[in-house]
Protein backbone atom coordinates (compact mmCIF):
# COMPACT_ATOMS: atom_id res chain seq x y z
CA UNK A 1 0.00 0.00 0.00
CA UNK A 2 1.64 3.20 -0.69
CA UNK A 3 -0.48 6.42 0.81
CA UNK A 4 -0.22 9.99 -0.34
CA UNK A 5 -0.72 12.64 2.21
CA UNK A 6 -2.04 15.96 1.26
CA UNK A 7 -2.21 19.21 3.49
CA UNK A 8 -4.66 21.80 4.06
CA UNK A 9 -6.28 22.55 0.56
CA UNK A 10 -8.49 26.08 2.16
CA UNK A 11 -11.10 25.87 -0.94
CA UNK A 12 -8.15 25.53 -3.37
CA UNK A 13 -9.93 22.24 -5.18
CA UNK A 14 -9.38 23.59 -9.23
CA UNK A 15 -5.47 24.21 -7.93
CA UNK A 16 -5.03 21.27 -5.86
CA UNK A 17 -6.94 18.14 -7.32
CA UNK A 18 -5.12 17.89 -10.61
CA UNK A 19 -1.50 18.03 -8.90
CA UNK A 20 -3.06 15.20 -6.48
CA UNK A 21 -4.29 13.40 -10.09
CA UNK A 22 -0.67 13.81 -10.82
CA UNK A 23 0.76 13.09 -7.59
CA UNK A 24 -1.10 9.34 -7.92
CA UNK A 25 -0.03 8.57 -11.52
CA UNK A 26 3.42 9.72 -10.65
CA UNK A 27 4.06 7.13 -7.79
CA UNK A 28 1.19 4.58 -8.02
CA UNK A 29 -0.01 5.42 -4.78
CA UNK A 30 -3.26 3.55 -4.40
CA UNK A 31 -4.60 5.43 -0.91
CA UNK A 32 -4.76 9.20 -0.70
CA UNK A 33 -5.23 11.30 2.99
CA UNK A 34 -6.78 14.89 2.84
CA UNK A 35 -5.03 16.35 6.23
CA UNK A 36 -8.04 18.49 7.38
CA UNK A 37 -9.12 22.01 6.25
CA UNK A 38 -10.62 21.22 3.16
CA UNK A 39 -12.52 24.58 4.13
CA UNK A 40 -12.09 28.97 4.49
CA UNK A 41 -10.37 31.18 2.61
CA UNK A 42 -10.81 34.83 3.50
CA UNK A 43 -10.58 35.93 0.05
CA UNK A 44 -13.77 33.98 -1.53
CA UNK A 45 -17.33 34.70 -1.22
CA UNK A 46 -19.77 31.98 0.27
CA UNK A 47 -21.11 31.08 -3.35
CA UNK A 48 -17.64 30.01 -4.14
CA UNK A 49 -16.54 28.59 -1.23
CA UNK A 50 -19.69 25.80 -1.72
CA UNK A 51 -18.60 25.59 -5.23
CA UNK A 52 -15.02 24.42 -4.19
CA UNK A 53 -16.03 22.30 -1.60
CA UNK A 54 -18.62 20.55 -3.97
CA UNK A 55 -16.35 20.03 -6.48
CA UNK A 56 -13.43 18.35 -3.95
CA UNK A 57 -16.38 16.26 -2.57
CA UNK A 58 -17.29 15.40 -6.24
CA UNK A 59 -13.47 14.52 -6.77
CA UNK A 60 -13.74 12.04 -3.63
CA UNK A 61 -16.67 10.32 -4.58
CA UNK A 62 -15.16 9.71 -8.02
CA UNK A 63 -11.87 8.61 -6.65
CA UNK A 64 -13.10 6.07 -4.37
CA UNK A 65 -15.81 4.74 -7.25
CA UNK A 66 -12.98 4.40 -9.54
CA UNK A 67 -11.12 2.07 -6.66
CA UNK A 68 -8.95 4.50 -4.97
CA UNK A 69 -8.68 4.58 -1.22
CA UNK A 70 -9.48 8.09 -0.04
CA UNK A 71 -9.69 9.24 3.88
CA UNK A 72 -10.77 13.05 4.29
CA UNK A 73 -9.47 14.14 7.92
CA UNK A 74 -10.98 17.31 9.78
CA UNK A 75 -9.45 19.98 9.83
CA UNK A 76 -10.43 23.28 12.80
CA UNK A 77 -11.72 25.08 9.54
CA UNK A 78 -13.89 22.16 8.62
CA UNK A 79 -15.69 21.56 12.46
CA UNK A 80 -18.16 24.46 12.05
CA UNK A 81 -19.68 22.83 8.62
CA UNK A 82 -20.05 19.67 10.62
CA UNK A 83 -22.56 20.99 12.74
CA UNK A 84 -26.34 20.63 11.47
CA UNK A 85 -27.71 23.70 10.02
CA UNK A 86 -29.77 26.13 12.10
CA UNK A 87 -28.29 23.57 15.43
CA UNK A 88 -27.09 24.77 18.71
CA UNK A 89 -23.72 24.17 17.41
CA UNK A 90 -24.26 26.02 14.42
CA UNK A 91 -25.20 29.21 16.34
CA UNK A 92 -21.47 28.36 18.87
CA UNK A 93 -19.40 28.36 15.51
CA UNK A 94 -21.23 31.27 14.34
CA UNK A 95 -19.67 33.42 17.39
CA UNK A 96 -16.57 31.44 18.06
CA UNK A 97 -14.95 30.31 14.83
CA UNK A 98 -12.92 33.13 12.77
CA UNK A 99 -12.92 32.84 8.45
CA UNK A 100 -16.64 30.99 9.14
CA UNK A 101 -18.93 31.42 6.18
CA UNK A 102 -22.26 31.28 7.33
CA UNK A 103 -24.06 31.73 4.17
CA UNK A 104 -22.12 28.71 3.11
CA UNK A 105 -22.57 26.71 5.60
CA UNK A 106 -25.61 24.71 4.42
CA UNK A 107 -24.07 24.12 0.93
CA UNK A 108 -20.87 22.79 2.21
CA UNK A 109 -22.84 20.76 5.33
CA UNK A 110 -24.37 18.77 2.29
CA UNK A 111 -21.12 18.05 0.69
CA UNK A 112 -18.96 17.19 3.87
CA UNK A 113 -21.30 14.96 4.72
CA UNK A 114 -21.08 12.58 1.54
CA UNK A 115 -17.08 12.43 2.92
CA UNK A 116 -17.34 10.39 6.11
CA UNK A 117 -14.93 12.74 7.32
CA UNK A 118 -12.85 11.20 9.81
CA UNK A 119 -9.97 12.71 12.65
CA UNK A 120 -7.28 10.38 12.36
CA UNK A 121 -5.46 7.85 9.88
CA UNK A 122 -3.26 4.92 11.27
CA UNK A 123 -0.83 2.07 10.18
CA UNK A 124 1.11 0.74 12.62
CA UNK A 125 2.90 3.10 14.75
CA UNK A 126 1.95 5.75 12.16
CA UNK A 127 -0.63 8.61 12.69
CA UNK A 128 -1.98 11.37 10.88
CA UNK A 129 -4.41 13.78 12.12
CA UNK A 130 -5.00 17.49 11.22
CA UNK A 131 -2.43 19.26 13.64
CA UNK A 132 -1.15 16.49 15.58
CA UNK A 133 -1.36 14.77 18.88
CA UNK A 134 0.67 16.02 21.76
CA UNK A 135 1.89 13.87 24.68
CA UNK A 136 0.18 16.03 26.87
CA UNK A 137 -3.32 15.59 25.12
CA UNK A 138 -2.75 11.84 24.43
CA UNK A 139 -2.51 11.43 28.19
CA UNK A 140 -5.77 14.10 28.94
CA UNK A 141 -8.07 12.40 26.28
CA UNK A 142 -6.83 8.61 27.64
CA UNK A 143 -5.06 7.51 24.02
CA UNK A 144 -4.24 4.08 23.29
CA UNK A 145 -2.15 2.52 21.21
CA UNK A 146 -4.89 2.27 18.42
CA UNK A 147 -5.99 5.66 18.99
CA UNK A 148 -8.84 6.29 15.73
CA UNK A 149 -11.56 4.97 16.86
CA UNK A 150 -11.18 6.98 19.77
CA UNK A 151 -10.29 10.17 17.88
CA UNK A 152 -13.41 9.54 15.58
CA UNK A 153 -15.63 9.41 18.11
CA UNK A 154 -14.72 12.58 19.92
CA UNK A 155 -15.40 14.00 16.31
CA UNK A 156 -18.81 12.38 15.89
CA UNK A 157 -19.49 13.26 19.74
CA UNK A 158 -17.92 16.72 20.53
CA UNK A 159 -16.59 18.84 17.81
CA UNK A 160 -17.14 22.01 19.87
CA UNK A 161 -14.77 20.68 22.72
CA UNK A 162 -11.98 19.94 20.10
CA UNK A 163 -12.21 23.04 18.29
CA UNK A 164 -12.54 24.69 22.01
CA UNK A 165 -9.08 23.20 22.84
CA UNK A 166 -6.06 25.67 21.28
CA UNK A 167 -3.08 25.97 23.07
CA UNK A 168 -1.49 29.85 23.91
CA UNK A 169 0.72 29.63 20.41
CA UNK A 170 -3.05 29.40 18.62
CA UNK A 171 -4.42 32.08 21.24
CA UNK A 172 -5.79 29.65 23.72
CA UNK A 173 -5.09 28.49 27.22
CA UNK A 174 -6.05 24.88 26.94
CA UNK A 175 -4.33 21.87 25.85
CA UNK A 176 -4.07 21.48 22.19
CA UNK A 177 -6.09 19.32 20.56
CA UNK A 178 -5.61 17.73 17.17
CA UNK A 179 -7.27 20.49 15.34
CA UNK A 180 -5.05 23.44 17.45
CA UNK A 181 -1.76 22.08 18.64
CA UNK A 182 0.90 24.70 16.35
CA UNK A 183 4.17 23.38 15.45
CA UNK A 184 5.45 25.15 18.45
CA UNK A 185 3.77 22.85 20.61
CA UNK A 186 3.84 19.66 18.97
CA UNK A 187 7.45 19.64 18.21
CA UNK A 188 8.29 20.24 22.16
CA UNK A 189 5.86 17.69 23.19
CA UNK A 190 5.40 15.06 20.44
CA UNK A 191 3.12 12.09 21.61
CA UNK A 192 6.23 9.45 22.11
CA UNK A 193 6.63 6.26 20.26
CA UNK A 194 4.89 7.46 17.00
CA UNK A 195 5.29 8.85 13.90
CA UNK A 196 2.56 11.76 13.06
CA UNK A 197 2.01 13.26 9.68
CA UNK A 198 0.08 16.58 10.28
CA UNK A 199 -0.88 19.83 8.04
CA UNK A 200 -2.35 23.13 10.46
CA UNK A 201 0.84 24.73 10.70
CA UNK A 202 1.95 26.12 7.06
CA UNK A 203 5.80 25.19 5.79
CA UNK A 204 7.54 26.02 2.95
CA UNK A 205 7.86 22.55 1.79
CA UNK A 206 6.77 19.20 3.50
CA UNK A 207 9.09 19.13 6.32
CA UNK A 208 10.62 16.16 8.58
CA UNK A 209 11.70 17.44 12.47
CA UNK A 210 12.66 14.19 14.61
CA UNK A 211 9.18 11.58 13.74
CA UNK A 212 6.91 14.70 12.58
CA UNK A 213 6.23 15.38 8.92
CA UNK A 214 4.80 18.64 8.32
CA UNK A 215 2.38 18.52 5.26
CA UNK A 216 0.59 22.41 4.86
CA UNK A 217 2.57 23.18 1.69
CA UNK A 218 -1.03 24.65 -0.32
CA UNK A 219 -0.76 27.74 1.83
CA UNK A 220 2.45 30.04 1.17
CA UNK A 221 4.39 26.54 -0.11
CA UNK A 222 5.22 24.58 -3.36
CA UNK A 223 2.80 22.45 -3.19
CA UNK A 224 4.57 19.16 -2.27
CA UNK A 225 3.19 16.02 -0.66
CA UNK A 226 4.36 13.06 1.67
CA UNK A 227 4.63 9.38 -0.01
CA UNK A 228 4.44 6.61 2.77
CA UNK A 229 5.63 3.67 0.33
CA UNK A 230 5.34 0.38 1.09
CA UNK A 231 8.37 -0.63 3.30
CA UNK A 232 7.42 2.25 5.30
CA UNK A 233 10.07 5.23 3.89
CA UNK A 234 8.60 8.79 3.40
CA UNK A 235 9.89 10.88 0.24
CA UNK A 236 8.44 14.29 -0.52
CA UNK A 237 6.93 14.14 -3.81
CA UNK A 238 6.34 17.53 -6.26
CA UNK A 239 4.24 16.64 -9.14
Known amino acids: MRTLFVGDIHLKSAHVLPAVDRAVAMTGADEIVFLGDICDDWDVT ?23 DVTVL ?24 DGFKPRAHE ?6 VRLDMRMAWRRGRILATH ?18 GELDRRLRESPMHLF ?17 ADRTELEADPW ?9 TPVPTV ?20 LLS ?10
Open 46 to 68: ARQAVAAVRMFADWVQARRAAGL
Open 74 to 97: AGNHDLPYLARPRSAEYHWFRREA
Open 107 to 112: GIHDAL
Open 131 to 148: AGVTGAWAAYAGLSDSPE
Open 164 to 180: DMAGPARGGRSVPSPVW
Open 192 to 200: AGWTQMVGH
Open 207 to 226: TNAGSLWFCDTWTDGDGSML
Open 230 to 239: DGGSFTPVRP
